[in-house]
């Protein structure tokens, strides 16, 4: 035990004194967090790019028009002509085009305005067009309302639940710091290993009673502290520049995050122990990383995919792992409600660190 | 120097690559205390015997007892009792010389001063250097430091002297020879009949995977005189080499 710490806390000296490590450890998981982290930031809630074309000249329309620009839901996109909106849907620049006819708010035979309203979408999109539309008729048939002066039988009140209020960026940060337990865990030791084997380094100590099992818990320790470091940066910054809505337990987070950090390792220390050299680990990396990377959750939420792929993509290693940070940032769970998530990685942790172990090669 | 007893008892020996055997059943004993030499040209097998008896390969044929250690079966004893000095060593690099002993001695759940380690094998002014800036002749005696911290039984030395100036080759000479008056026995493999003409009480010369002579260096020559041989040419009183250190001193160059 005492060997491994040891041996743990010489590969971190070694790791301070490595700018290249350090940069690649530290900043790079920081310049992801601040370019995804813009991406997504302000945008609390949907919104729509729209072209609104007035053709009416009535006093009612040109309010109607006005109106729209102050909505949050829509940002109104300039535009010269009608084509050129058209053109600009197609490039997905614009989600909807809203035309006022002419006769548009004009009285009618009770001395009330009225009109109808022309929304457009692209085909390949009838989700936006839906959603543009029933917001329309539903701030039209408000304003109607006013005007006639009668109340409706039926209304739908919105409460906002223990969700309200968080930001895309909210949800992102799971995904984000998934990618970034995924990356050191598997990018990192997957090649530093080999390195070690190529250079020798490994063959003296194989000359000693350190045993592969020493020297695998010895590197785990060693890069599970660097990995917390680095969530910890992240974290910072997501607080502090993306002002992040922590709802859960940060003890809670933290524990679950050692946990997702110590998995993900497993995968590294599999790979770089099982190579022989840097190629073998590049082309087992990558087979492992990608359908991690787009299959549990980190990029894409896995609600989109159809559901027989739900079904297996919910026993990949990282899902868990998404899904348990989630859980607790966003909804303020305890690793007790994480019972599933905790099985699944449970399993993996068994596995990943038997075959890490057993397919250990010295050189 | 033959009092003491075997230390190491090598029997039937044998490696195999394929169809290509490259150790060919061989045995032979080391003594206590002694330093033992292994010589044979390139591809002889030697790295590939010493790396058996090191259990840092597996043995495909015959025994090794060492310290009465079988090593085939107890592979973690013998590595507690043994020191290493690989042909291709190599250090973590960023890790100082003082660190690194620490943590080889950790291996073997020992705690040692590495400064006084140091000062043995005369780097005692590097303990605070990084492996990768001292100079050949310097991470030798490193590497023997570092294969010296569990206080072994038996210390290997794979071609010690490769690659080294004629001035660390001498300086390392003192070293090994130091070694040996602490009373560990020392396994060496070498090109240099010179060398091993001065360090060793006993030597091997291997060909082809197999020992083709075994004795003391002097016992060899003085057997080789008896046969009739005679140098073509009258010994010189100097050689090239007494003219090289009588030129640049004896001192080292690091």
């Known amino acids: 035990m005492r060997a491994t710490l040891i041996f743990a806390f010489t590969q971190l000296k070694r790791f301070m004194r490595d700018p290249v490590a350090l940069f690649f450890s530290l900043a790079f998981p920081l310049l992801f967090l601040f370019v995804f982290g813009s991406i997504f930031r302000n945008d609390s809630g949907i919104s729509f ?46 989600d909807t085009i809203i035309e006022i006819p002419k006769e548009f708010g004009q009285l009618n035979e009770n001395q009330h305005p009225s009109g109808t309203l022309n929304v457009f979408y692209n085909e ?44 895309q960026f909210d949800y992102m940060i799971s995904g ?5 337990i995924l990356s050191m865990g598997i990018f990192g030791l997957a090649n530093q290993l080999p390195a070690e084997k190529k250079n020798g380094s490994l063959r003296r100590i194989r000359a000693t009673p350190f045993t592969r099992t020493q020297l695998i818990f010895g590197t785990l320790i060693y890069y599970a502290i660097v990995g917390m470091v680095s969530l910890v940066l992240m974290l910072v910054v997501a607080l502090t520049v993306f002002n992040f809505d922590m709802r859960g337990d ?37 087979i492992v990383s990608f359908p991690l990377m787009f299959l549990s959750g980190v990029f894409f939420p896995r609600f989109l995919m159809p559901e027989w792929l739900q079904g297996i993509t919910g026993y990949l290693p990282l899902t868990p792992v998404v899904d348990g940070i989630r859980y607790i940032t966003t909804e303020g769970a305890t690793l007790f409600d994480l019972g599933p998530q905790l099985a699944i990685i449970g399993i993996w942790l068994v596995v990943i660190y038997t075959l890490a172990i057993r397919l250990f090669r010295w050189g | 120097m033959t009092k003491g007893k075997d230390i190491i008892v090598v029997e039937g020996l044998t490696k195999r690559y394929g169809n290509t055997t490259t150790v060919k059943g061989i045995s ?46 107890h592979p973690q004893k013998i590595r507690h009792i043994i020191g290493i000095q690989l042909q291709s060593s190599a250090f973590y690099d960023k890790v100082t010389l003082r660190e690194q002993l620490v943590m080889f001695a950790s291996f073997y759940g020992k705690q040692v001063d590495p400064m006084e380690l140091l000062r043995s094998v005369e780097l005692e002014d590097k303990a605070n250097s990084y492996p990768e800036k001292l100079s050949g002749g310097q991470k030798q005696r490193f590497s023997i430091a570092s294969a010296l911290v569990n206080e072994p039984r038996v210390l290997f030395l794979d071609e010690p002297t490769t690659g080294l100036d004629p001035q660390a080759r001498r300086h390392l000479w003192d070293l090994i020879k130091s070694i040996k008056k602490r009373g560990i026995t020392v396994v060496l493999t070498s090109h240099y009949m010179e060398e091993a003409q001065l360090l060793c009480d006993r030597l091997a010369i291997m060909d082809s995977g197999k020992i083709i002579a075994m004795d003391s260096p002097k016992k060899m020559i003085k057997d080789l005189l008896d046969r009739g041989f005679k140098k073509p040419e009258v010994v010189e009183q100097a050689d090239l080499e007494d003219v090289y250190i009588d030129l640049t001193g004896k001192a080292l160059r690091e």
């Open chain 1, 124 to 167: 390949a999109s009838p989700d936006t067009g839906r959603t543009v539309g029933t917001i329309l008729d539903a701030q039209l048939r408000e304003i109607g309302q006013q005007i006639t002066q009668s109340s409706p039988l039926f209304t739908v009140n919105q409460k906002p639940t223990t969700t309200a209020n968080l930001t």
């Open chain 1, 250 to 286: 940060w003890l809670q987070l933290a524990l679950f995050l050692v946990i997702a950090i110590m998995l993900m390792l497993g995968f590294g220390l599999f790979i770089g122990g099982w190579a022989k050299n840097e190629n073998q680990a590049a082309v087992a990396s990558q």
């Open chain 2, 28 to 73: 032979f004993t080391v003594r206590e205390g002694e330093v033992f030499g292994i010589l044979g040209p390139n591809g002889a097998g030697k790295t590939t015997t010493l790396e058996m008896i090191e259990a840092l390969r597996s043995i495909d044929e015959g025994s090794v007892i060492l310290d009465g250690i079988d090593v085939a079966k």
């Open chain 1, 176 to 180: 984000l710091l998934g990618f970034a």
């Open chain 1, 49 to 94: 790019d729209v072209a609104v074309f007035n053709r009416s000249e009535t006093q009612f329309a040109r309010q109607f028009a006005d109106g729209l620009k102050k909505e949050d839901t829509f940002k109104e996109v300039e535009v010269g002509s009608f084509e050129e909106a058209k053109e600009k849907m197609g490039r997905n620049e614009v």
